[in-house]
Nanobody, 115 residues
Framework: QVQVVESGGGLVQPGGSLRLSCAAS????????MGWYRQAPGKQRELVAA???????NYADSVKGRFTISRGNAKNTVYLQMNSLKPEDTAVYYC?????????WGQGTQVTVSS
């Protein structure tokens, strides 16, 4: 059973930065593609950024140039560096770690951008 744990959310002013961390444990396999999703109140969950084990990334248009996803040195870890944050980035951010046809999700971490 894979467990996914996120951390790093919080309250930040517009223009500020936050770094989210995610670690997936409980497997000896390397999870090829890990991603960050977010869900704002009243909206559907959306992909923010994803990265493969080979380093290929993709981003939502709304975060390109502001957010950077990266893999950590430890197996199945991923980070999301968020710069130039805007109020519309406010959401619960979830880490996704799909493995062998099963989607594993973390519990989510709240990011609030407000003055």
């Amino acid at each position: 059973q894979v467990q996914v744990v996120e951390s790093g959310g919080g309250l930040v002013q517009p223009g500020g930065s936050l770094r989210l961390s995610c670690a997936a444990s409980g497997t000896m396999l390397t999870i090829n593609r890990m991603g960050w999703y977010r869900q704002a109140p009243g909206k559907q969950r959306e992909l923010v950024a994803a990265i493969t084990s080979g380093g290929t990334t993709n981003y939502a248009d709304s975060v390109k140039g502001r957010f950077t996803i990266s893999r950590g040195n430890a197996k199945n870890t991923v980070y999301l560096q968020m710069n130039s944050l805007k109020p519309e980035d406010t959401a619960v951010y979830y880490c996704n770690a799909p493995l062998m046809g099963v989607d594993y999700w973390g519990q989510g971490t709240q990011v609030t951008v407000s003055s």
